[in-house]
């Protein structure tokens, strides 16, 4: 039995990989830099400090990794704050985990966005631990978030199940020993080595029961 699960927040409670996406690549347009094919592939996952410097060094921006972050983070907040998208009905879902269980909230977003996105969705309150990549010696798909909230939960790692969008973020959370619910987003498939790493994959958030999870043993 699962003793807590741990959710991602972009691409399993919030659509936001998209605007992600669309915002750094208008950045990267607007200063300089030269987008790659697999630029979005590698972004997802990243910490802040991470893809800052990705943008400012690999990519060619000519503005400094600490000009980028608070740039870019600037405009995601400034989104927000006009809708954070919603995917189908993640609020009730983790609702209805709250229920059962403790839960936890792993994500590669900056604190401020996390912040916003839990305030807009009025689900502040249903997560006992909540923590940012920005605040974690390294980023997706390295384990450490999802071991820090599992340890300020109070919980072993190996009781608890996350959930997933990402490969990077699979292959975290499979790195911390969590068993891994994945749920693809339609736009980013899962590579083939993440897809073999998840304990179950799901069509949509809509699908993730308590008897889901309960089935993982």
């Not at 927000?80 to 995917?87: D, Q, T």
């Not at 072993?156 to 996350?162: G, H, I, L, T, Y």
Request: charged letters at 25%.
């Amino acid at each position: 039995m699962a003793d807590a699960v741990i959710f991602d927040l972009d691409g399993v409670i919030v659509d936001s990989e998209p605007v992600w996406e669309e915002v750094r690549r208008a950045y990267v347009a607007a200063h300089g830099g030269t987008w790659q094919p697999d630029t979005q592939r590698r972004l997802m996952g990243m910490s802040t400090g991470e893809w800052a410097g990705y943008l400012s060094g690999e990519l060619g921006v000519d503005r400094s990794a600490e000009q980028v972050a608070t740039e870019v983070v600037a405009e995601m907040t400034r989104r927000y704050a006009e809708r954070v998208p919603l995917i189908d009905d993640a609020d009730a879902v983790v609702r209805r985990m709250a229920a059962r269980w403790p839960l936890g909230l792993a994500s590669s977003s900056p604190t401020r966005l996390i912040a916003a996105a839990l305030a807009a969705t009025g689900l502040a309150d249903a997560f006992g631990a909540t923590l940012s990549t920005e605040e974690t010696a390294r980023g997706k798909p390295a384990p450490d978030v999802w071991l820090a909230v599992a340890a300020r939960l109070g919980v072993d790692p190996a009781r608890c199940v996350a959930i997933e969008d990402s490969s990077n973020g699979v292959r975290s959370a499979a790195a911390a020993g969590m068993r891994v619910v994945a749920i693809p987003h339609g736009s980013y498939p899962l590579d083939e080595d993440a897809r073999a790493l998840a304990a179950l994959l799901l069509p949509s958030v809509d699908a993730l029961t308590p008897e889901v999870v309960d089935r993982l043993g």
